[in-house]
C-alpha cells in the first residue's frame, strides 16, 4: 500500500533554532515530492523535488530528496514566528492509477 | 480504508462538456474543500463547506457548483467545460474547533487528486 509518513508530528523550538523535517514515503512509479505549508486556508506551495541529491533553496528554506531511501527534508534555518504552520508532504505517483499521497504533516510552533 | 477518496482519479472530456468530482470523507469531519493545483503547483482553494453549508467561495467560475449532500461528501460539478479548467482538483477535510468563522490550524487530509484534462 502507498503511504507516505511525515516526522516528527509535531515540534516546538524556539526563535533562530534549526528544524528538520522529514518525509519518507512508499509508493510505487514515483513521480515527485511536494513540500507545503499550511497556516490558514490554501496550503501554500515550497517545492517540487523529482532528482535525488539536488537541493532546493527558498531563502531559509532548503529541501532534498533521496531516491534510493525513499525520503526528504525540509531544512528552517534561523526560524521565526512566521515559520509555525502545518508542513505538509506530497508524493505524486503513478502505480496503476494516477494518484497523490499526502503524509498527514508536522506540526512546528516557534516560540518568540 | 481510505480516509479522503475521490472519484474519478482521471477526466478526459470535450470543451463545453458537463461532469462532476465527487469525494467523501470517512474521518467524520466537519469540513471539506475543494482545491485547483495549478500548473506551478500552487493550490488554489475554491471552496469549503463545514456541516454541509458553503464558508469559503473564492473567485471561482459560476460554472463550478459545489454540493454537500452531507457533511461526509462534497461534490464539484462543472457547468461548460473549458480548456482552463484542465488541472488536478484535490478534496480536503478537516476537523475545524472555531467553525465557521476564520480557520483554526488543524490538519487538512487531502485525496488523491482528480485530474481534469479538456481537450
Known amino acids: 500500500e502507498d503511504k507516505v509518513v511525515q516526522s516528527p508530528l509535531s515540534l516546538v523550538v524556539h526563535e533562530g533554532d534549526t528544524v528538520t523535517l522529514n518525509c519518507s514515503y512508499e509508493?510505487?512509479?514515483?513521480?515527485?515530492l511536494l513540500w507545503y505549508k499550511q497556516e490558514k486556508k490554501a496550503p501554500t506551495f515550497l517545492f517540487m523535488l523529482?532528482?535525488?541529491?539536488i537541493e532546493k533553496k527558498s531563502g531559509r528554506l532548503s529541501s532534498i530528496l533521496d531516491k534510493k531511501e525513499l525520503f526528504s527534508i525540509l531544512n528552517i534555518t534561523a526560524t521565526q514566528t512566521g515559520d509555525s504552520a502545518i508542513y505538509l508532504c506530497?508524493?505524486?505517483?503513478?502505480?496503476?492509477?494516477?494518484?497523490?499521497?499526502f503524509g498527514t504533516g508536522t506540526r512546528l510552533k516557534v516560540l518568540a | 480504508d481510505t480516509a479522503v477518496s475521490q472519484t474519478p482519479k482521471y477526466l478526459v472530456t470535450q470543451m463545453g462538456n458537463d461532469k462532476s468530482i465527487k469525494c467523501e470523507q470517512n474521518?467524520?469531519?466537519?469540513?471539506m474543500y475543494w482545491y485547483k493545483q495549478d500548473s506551478k503547483k500552487f493550490l488554489k482553494i475554491m471552496f469549503s463547506?463545514?456541516?454541509?453549508?458553503?464558508?469559503i467561495n473564492e473567485t471561482v467560475p459560476n460554472r463550478f457548483s459545489p454540493k454537500s449532500p452531507d457533511k461526509a461528501h462534497l461534490n464539484l460539478h462543472i457547468n461548460s467545460l473549458e480548456l482552463g479548467d484542465s488541472a488536478v482538483y484535490f478534496c480536503?477535510?478537516?476537523?475545524?474547533?472555531?467553525?465557521?468563522?476564520?480557520?483554526?490550524?488543524?490538519?487538512?487530509?487531502f485525496g488523491p487528486g482528480t485530474r481534469l484534462l479538456v481537450l
Open positions: 480536503a477535510s478537516s476537523q475545524d474547533i472555531n467553525p465557521p468563522s476564520g480557520y483554526y490550524q488543524e490538519t487538512q487530509y
Open positions: 509508493v510505487t512509479n514515483f513521480r515527485s
Open positions: 523529482t532528482s535525488s541529491g
Open positions: 506530497a508524493v505524486e505517483a503513478t502505480s496503476g492509477t494516477y494518484k497523490y499521497i
Open positions: 474521518l467524520g469531519h466537519d469540513t
Open positions: 463547506y463545514n456541516n454541509k453549508e458553503l464558508i
